[in-house]
């Protein structure tokens, strides 16, 4: 018994040291790309602190969103805005878009207008995100070499961790032999400093790795996107990105004769009526429909307060003639499968347990970086330490 086991675990340690070996650098990457890329919504708020919060003046009288976008138009008419974030705090500026990332802040008081500063740190921590997500293959057919070099890594992480957890068990189970490798050494040097070290960092840092390899494992590969929702009793959508969130449409009542699309400011009522705690609201900057076009809702981006990204997202669709909600849905509302998906996303950054979650996700990842150094250190004087001192 005592040959078999031995010789167990020979298996699962050079199945470990393989792993290690072959996926490592790929591992140090994503876990270095994956600490530059956590804080990236707080990252992109600092860079920008200056220009979206503005004083309050004693008499507010604030300007309608027609009357900054004519500001906009005179002074700015180069810049053809789309979309508008509406802050529910008298003390932020309004945010007016071109597309997804160009954005001017408007001080709703003065019209003064404020010019982002977070382009250079938004492009920054993009090509970091693709060296995460797709070791920075660029182009369609590239992308999914990248991902799959990824996914691969991810699997062989998860790999790691597991037969690490089982390695980690020393041979005799004294109370001193476990504390020798739960706590650091101090004044260890070389490969006993390397093997305490990775013993150390793994053991308290497993926890939390092990369920960031798996999530990274579920969004790398189709097979592992599909699970959650076989899981959970549902067939997976053809997509894996926000598109799985879409909804249909809600219907438009048909309006009386006469009504006439409501301004701005009213279009928001009905949302500002139901989600009282309201952040902020995104409104596209749509012209009125064409005679003869067929009547569709407004859709608004209500951000109710809530330390998880998606579920303080609620997507809200009103009448653009009397600010009535068509439709609401909240993330309970989507199917398990799909909420499942979503926590998938969320844990796998530490954001769905707000900024606690993505500093406890940051030092675990930055603990598997020391990881990666140890097991390469312990590698190598395994197998090429003996001969260089030999030839020395």
Same mark, same amino acid.
């Given at each position: ?28 990457i994503m876990s270095a790309t ?213 909804? $249909?449409? !809600? ?10 699309? %409501? /301004? =701005?400011?009213?279009? *928001? ?86 900024f606690v979650g993505k500093v406890?996700?940051?030092? $675990?990842? !930055? ?10 250190? %312990? /590698? =190598?004087?395994?197998? *090429? ?8």
């Amino acid at each position: 018994m005592k040959v078999q086991g031995s010789l167990f675990r020979k298996t699962i340690f050079w199945v470990h040291l393989v792993c290690g070996l072959v996926a490592g650098v790929v591992i140090a990457i994503m876990s270095a790309t994956g600490i530059a890329i956590a804080f990236e919504e707080e990252i992109l708020d600092w860079v920008d602190r200056e220009v979206s919060h503005v004083e309050v003046p004693a008499e507010a009288s604030p300007l309608g969103i027609a009357e900054m976008l004519e500001v906009l138009e005179l002074e700015r008419p180069e810049f053809d805005a789309n979309y508008v974030e509406v802050p529910a705090d008298d003390g932020r500026a309004f945010v007016f878009l071109h597309g997804r990332h160009e954005r001017l802040y408007v001080n709703s008081y003065t019209g003064a207008i404020g010019d982002s500063r977070r382009a250079g740190a938004h492009d920054v921590i993009h090509e970091i995100e693709m060296w995460h997500r797709f070791l920075a293959f660029h182009g369609e057919d590239n992308y999914i070499i990248g991902r799959t070099i990824n996914g691969v890594s991810n699997l062989a992480f998860l790999g790691l961790c597991l037969t690490g957890l089982y390695l980690w068990f020393p041979k005799k189970r004294s109370a001193r032999a476990i504390k020798s490798i739960l706590l650091f050494k101090r004044g260890a040097k070389g490969k006993a400093r390397d093997y305490n070290w990775h013993n150390v960092f793994g053991f308290w840092s497993l926890p939390v790795l092990v369920i960031l390899a798996a999530t990274a494992v579920v969004i790398s590969f189709e097979w592992g996107h599909k699970l959650v929702f076989t899981l959970s009793g549902e067939d997976a959508p053809e997509v894996r990105d926000f598109r799985m969130m879409a909804v $249909a449409p !809600a219907e438009v009542p048909m309006p009386e004769e006469g009504a006439e699309l %409501l /301004s =701005y400011e009213a279009s *928001l009522v009905g949302a500002q009526v139901a989600f009282p705690d309201w952040e902020t609201i995104g409104m596209p900057l749509t012209t009125a429909a064409s005679d003869g076009e067929p009547l569709v809702p407004l859709k608004l981006d209500v951000y109710v307060p809530d330390y998880m990204p998606s579920r303080g997202w609620i997507p809200v669709e009103v009448d653009p003639y009397t600010s009535d909600v068509l439709q609401a849905v909240r993330l309970q509302d989507r199917s398990p499968g799909l909420q499942a998906r979503v926590w998938v996303r969320f844990i796998h950054t530490g954001a769905a347990f707000g900024f606690v979650g993505k500093v406890i996700a940051t030092i $675990a990842t !930055a603990a598997s970086l020391f990881l990666v150094y140890t097991g390469f250190s %312990l /590698s =190598y004087r395994r197998f *090429l330490g003996k001969k260089r001192t030999v030839r020395s």
